[in-house]
């Protein structure tokens, strides 16, 4: 692919709701560009952007793909982006290294819910948006309906470029309100044509509102305009592209991908009015002691950032980078800051889909890809060396979604913890821990059906097979009541024998006190030196359970008395009467058993707010309060346990049409209702028992 100057870089990122048709535009400018021969569909897994198996079986994307083309002397790097709300990180991924954000947005369904978060996300970034009004041809589409919503749903800024000529099956051309043109697309053949009688009237009346709604915008241009000049195209566009680049203006065309409609010209606005990377202001980086902006100067110092790594079965990794500053050439040396090692950027090449496209040199504001950069991960920046610059690390996604993970086989298990590991390098959605207290593996991330593309590429990608269970609950156990008991170990084997006698008293603390250990022996009844060994042993049984199974918190132990004998007294002695004494004592102090309680926050509309509340009641929540969030939301403020959070992302999910959003963090322990004690000691019994 050839050099492409900055200045005549785009680089896009397709986002919209899923099935608004994101996947299919991008593959209609691919065949438009003579980029591919022929269009692949979605349903059959034969476009360029999906060509992951699980996106091929779904007919979704499922992570953000790269497909550069060359148009009219420009060089437009698209990158289609998952519009599912499970994969909104990939988008957001996408978002940060484009300098354009075109809103697919389908006539038939309008402006839907993941619509609605990206652009509150692209607004958030200050990012220039276009966007594009797709299915025009099909049943129940409406231009008219989906501009309205538009409007309603994404505030200031929406301006309508294009009228659609047509409606449903007989579309078939656009109207540019800028050149008063119609571009007619009949039997394959791209002609203009003057506007149709039947819409001259509209389509003067929405060119005027847009001419006005461009001039106000140069106060040179709105001058002339008073005085009865008409502004040429070649003005407007220019005036339009400066509302653009500043994300005040946010053009509105139309066409049909499956159709070919009005996809050049889509083509040629992303080219005439959308920003390149010179038109966007320097990029903050951290430089150690200071923040300091990096523009997008072709001549300055090299500098890329990793924005997307994908994990190959057969070529390794490969780091997608945009180049921040100067130009990197194949073979350049470069430091990760991060880690201080260098990387060489052997055999640089772009990446359109799966197919690698070599490059000798990609200049700022460009994408690019290599292969085995083994010690650079997403999030990463590459720096020549003495320039230890670091573009902040970009708040990943919050997982709300957990499931334990099991190895089938040794064999398995044996691979588990590397290829999770690959696989989070690939996601940084994906959150892998081990809980050491339930020794269980447990993956977080942002839905089910992320879950489960994560588990099918951990088997289809490392050959791995896992199966699931629940997260469990990392109950606690404490007492309400004073206690005494005796710990005696006494062995004898032959030689020296073991001998220990430690008499304690439990008592309870306050919640989140923790443990207490007070000795109180006097008269030499345990010699000194044994004394922190009965401290240890009852630690020890804290951990391993008390009455119910659970770890043991907020107790005061206090060390009362005990007896030795001078040859078979040992630290492991007194260890054992620790631990015999604890277990004693707590089935006698009144055991409870206590409940992690998270710090819920919901962020739902103001129409559902009764539902939701109504749902967390029944979760056993205490609400603290509401609060507004903007126009139309309401933040819901709440203390739930943890074991009633489960499932509730995917339940918030479907009571909310996808609009609701919540955080958790774990805030402390309660009681847990006397009704539950049964089942939740019945559920740990049955836990030990088999792992025994």
């Known amino acids: 692919m050839e050099l492409v100057p900055t200045s005549r870089v785009r680089t896009v990122a397709l986002v919209g709701h899923s099935g608004a048709g994101k996947t299919t535009l991008a593959e209609a400018l691919l065949f438009e560009a003579g980029a591919i021969t022929r269009v692949g569909r979605v349903e059959d897994g034969s476009t360029v952007c999906d060509f992951d198996p699980e996106e091929q079986r779904r007919g979704q994307s499922l992570s953000l793909a790269v497909a550069p083309l060359l148009w009219k002397g420009h060089k437009i790097n698209l990158i289609d982006s998952p519009g599912y709300a499970d994969f909104e990180g990939e988008a957001i991924a996408a978002m940060r290294v484009a300098d354009l954000a075109l809103f697919v947005v389908s006539a038939v369904d309008g402006v839907e819910v993941q619509t609605e978060r990206l652009w509150r996300a692209a607004s ?69 044509a003057p506007i149709p009688d039947e819409m001259e009237a509209l389509e003067h009346q929405v060119h005027d509102n847009l001419v006005e709604g461009i001039v106000v915008a140069d106060d040179e241009l709105l001058e002339g305009y008073l005085e009865g000049q008409i502004p040429s195209v070649e003005q407007l566009e220019h005036t339009l592209a400066v509302g653009v680049d500043e994300a005040t203006v946010f053009p509105v065309v139309c066409g049909s991908a499956t159709g070919r409609v009005g996809i050049d010209r889509l083509a040629d606005f992303i080219c005439e009015i959308g920003p390149s990377p010179l038109d966007r202001p320097g990029l903050p980086v951290d430089a150690g002691d200071t923040m300091i902006e990096i523009g997008a100067d072709p001549d300055g110092p090299p500098l890329a950032y990793v924005f997307k790594t994908i994990v190959d079965r057969h070529v390794g990794q490969i780091s997608l980078l945009k180049v921040l500053s100067g130009t990197i050439h194949t073979d350049d040396h470069l430091v990760n800051p991060r880690t201080g090692g260098e990387e060489r950027l052997h055999g640089l090449f772009a990446l359109r889909g799966l197919d690698h496209i070599e490059v000798d040199a990609v200049p700022a504001g460009d994408l690019a890809a290599v292969a085995k950069l083994t ?255 903007g126009k139309d939301n309401q933040v819901i403020l709440a203390q739930v346990p943890e074991a009633e959070l489960r499932r509730y992302a995917v339940d918030l999910r479907s009571k909310t049409s996808g609009r609701g959003s919540f955080t958790a963090r774990h805030d402390h322990y309660d009681l847990l209702p006397t009704h539950l004690i049964d089942a939740v000691a019945g559920a740990s019994r049955g836990l030990a028992g088999a792992s025994a």
């Open 124 to 192: 958030e970034l200050g990012l220039p948006r276009m966007v594009f009004v797709n299915k025009l041809d099909r049943e129940r589409a409406s231009f008219e309906r989906t501009l309205d919503q538009l409007l309603e749903r994404l505030g200031a800024g929406i301006a309508p470029l294009e009228l659609p000529i047509g409606a449903e099956a007989t579309f078939h051309g656009v109207a540019d309100l800028l050149s008063d043109t119609a571009f007619l697309y009949d039997d394959g053949a791209h002609v203009t």
């Open 375 to 629: 010690g650079t991960a997403t999030g990463d920046t590459l720096a020549p060396r003495g320039t230890p610059v670091r573009v902040p690390a970009s708040p990943a996604p919050e997982p709300v979604l957990a499931v334990a993970v099991v190895a089938t086989s040794q064999a398995d298990d044996d691979k588990l913890a590397n290829a999770l590991h690959r696989l989070t390098e690939e996601d940084p959605g994906m959150v892998v821990t081990r809980d050491d207290e339930t020794h269980q593996t447990v993956l977080r991330g942002m839905g089910e059906t992320h879950l489960q593309i994560t588990l099918e590429k951990l088997t289809r990608k490392f050959g791995v097979n896992v199966s699931t269970e629940d997260v469990k609950v990392a109950y606690r156990e404490t007492v309400t009541a004073e206690a005494e008991a005796e710990g005696r170990h006494k062995k004898q084997s032959g030689g020296h024998g073991q001998f220990g006698v430690a008499t304690i008293r439990i008592e309870p603390l306050d919640r989140g006190a923790g443990f207490e250990f007070v000795d109180k022996i006097v008269g030499g009844a345990i010699p000194r030196q044994f004394i922190p060994a009965v401290e240890k042993g009852v630690m020890e049984a804290m951990a391993e359970g008390g009455v119910y199974g659970y770890p043991v918190v907020d107790v005061r132990v206090t060390l009362l008395d005990g007896k030795y004998h001078s040859v078979d007294s040992s630290e492991m002695s007194f260890r054992m009467a620790g631990r015999l004494a604890f277990r004693e004592a707590m089935g006698q102090a009144g055991p409870i058993i206590l409940e992690p309680v998270s710090a819920l926050e919901v962020t739902v509309p103001s129409d559902v707010q009764g539902d939701v509340m109504g749902d967390l009641n029944a979760r056993r929540a205490r609400v603290q309060g509401t609060e507004s969030a």
